[in-house]
């Protein structure tokens, strides 16, 4: 599968930005779908994960209540909506897939990143 990430941006602390991923490929619901970041200087940090059908999904703590992933196997696309932006989310996100749930690293695909930056 190949991954397509978009959406990143600048934006104002307290604000919201939706990223989008799109994948390629017949089988995009076979996958579970997950997002990374990486804050310059820092290695890549697991963000949330989504299951193959969209019904469960778990998340980092520093994220929790705040970001929101999403799927629509329809249009083969992933999203992660962050809401109450902090400076310290400033990172390039990355979409990754991979056929097993539960993973908080070792996705199998990746796609490029798309930096978002949070203003004070």
């Known amino acids: 599968v190949q991954l397509q990430a978009s959406g990143g941006g600048l934006v104002q602390a307290g604000g919201s930005l939706r990223l989008s991923c799109a994948a390629s490929?017949?089988?995009?619901?076979?996958?579970?779908m997950a997002w990374f970041r990486q804050a310059p200087g820092g290695k890549r940090d697991f963000v949330g994960a989504?299951?193959?059908?969209?019904?469960?999904?778990y998340y980092a703590d520093s994220v929790k209540g705040r970001f929101t992933i999403s799927r629509d196997n329809a249009k083969n696309t992933v999203y992660l909506q962050m809401n109450s932006l902090k400076p310290e989310d400033t990172a390039v996100y990355y979409c990754?897939?991979?056929?097993?749930?539960?993973?908080?690293?070792?996705?199998?695909?990746w796609g490029q990143g798309t930096q978002v930056t949070v203003s004070s």
């Open positions: 490929g017949r089988t995009f619901s076979s996958y579970v």
């Open positions: 989504i299951s193959w059908n969209g019904e469960s999904t």
């Open positions: 990754a897939a991979d056929t097993r749930y539960g993973l908080r690293g070792g996705y199998g695909y």
